[in-house]
Each structure stands twice: as C-alpha cells, then as structure tokens.
C-alpha cells in the first residue's frame, strides 16, 4: 500500500476468490482464507463517520501548532473499517470520502473530507 499510498492513491486488498474487500492488507483472504488477493486501487473512496473524537494534546512533535485534531472511525462504502484523520469535526453518520497519503515519516496515513453531495435540489 505504500507506493499506492506515495501516489496518493488508496489501495484496498480484493480476493479474486470471493470478492470480500479487506483492509488492513493480510497475506490471506480474512472470509475465505484464499491467497489469491488483488489490489483495488482507487483515488478516494467513499464511506461513512461511525465515530469521532478530537484529540487536544499528543508526545508527537509533529502534531505541535496542529491540535487540535479529528480522528475517525471510518465504515467504507467498500466494507473495510478504518481510522483516520478527518479534515474538519465530523460526527456519526456524516458522508466522507477516504483519501490515502503518506506523513512526515513515510507511512501511509488515511485522511477523510466531506463528501460532496452531488444531488441537486
Ligand atoms: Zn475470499
């Protein structure tokens, strides 16, 4: 998921065998145990808030001049649950779409904005 991830791109694992979408990655398909998995690789992906929380203090000096931060409990509309950092104060049920990217650090970090309705009233 890294180099999908240093591309800005958020790479979802699918086994070919059953079609379940699993996230984090897993060496083996996590309903059917098949090894046959594929990457699913998108820019964004759709999902949905189940639960946040605002952090005011972290150790990490990276946060510094930062706090505070939302953190999500994210369902994707693909199946897979996810934490990650939410643009701005969301709550449960609040449409998102899941962007993935790297930190500071190199490693690959979820991030989720409101999702754009494309409704039109
Ligand atoms: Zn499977």
């Not at 690789?41 to 150790?59: M, Y």
């Amino acid at each position: 998921m890294k180099a999908h991830a240093a591309e800005g791109r958020l790479a979802l694992q699918r086994c070919t065998a059953c079609g379940n979408i699993q996230y984090p990655p897993r060496e083996l398909c996590g309903v059917c145990l098949a090894d046959t998995l594929e990457w699913r690789v998108t820019d964004d992906e759709p999902g949905e808030v189940l639960a946040s929380t605002v952090l005011h203090h972290s150790h990490e000096p990276a946060f510094n001049g930062k706090l505070p931060i939302h953190v999500g409990l994210i369902r994707l509309d693909a199946g897979p649950t996810a934490i990650g950092f939410l643009t701005e104060a969301c709550s449960a049920g609040t449409r998102v779409r899941v962007t993935a990217k790297l930190d500071y650090r190199g490693r690959a970090v979820l991030s989720a904005a409101l999702a754009i309705s494309k409704e039109v009233s």
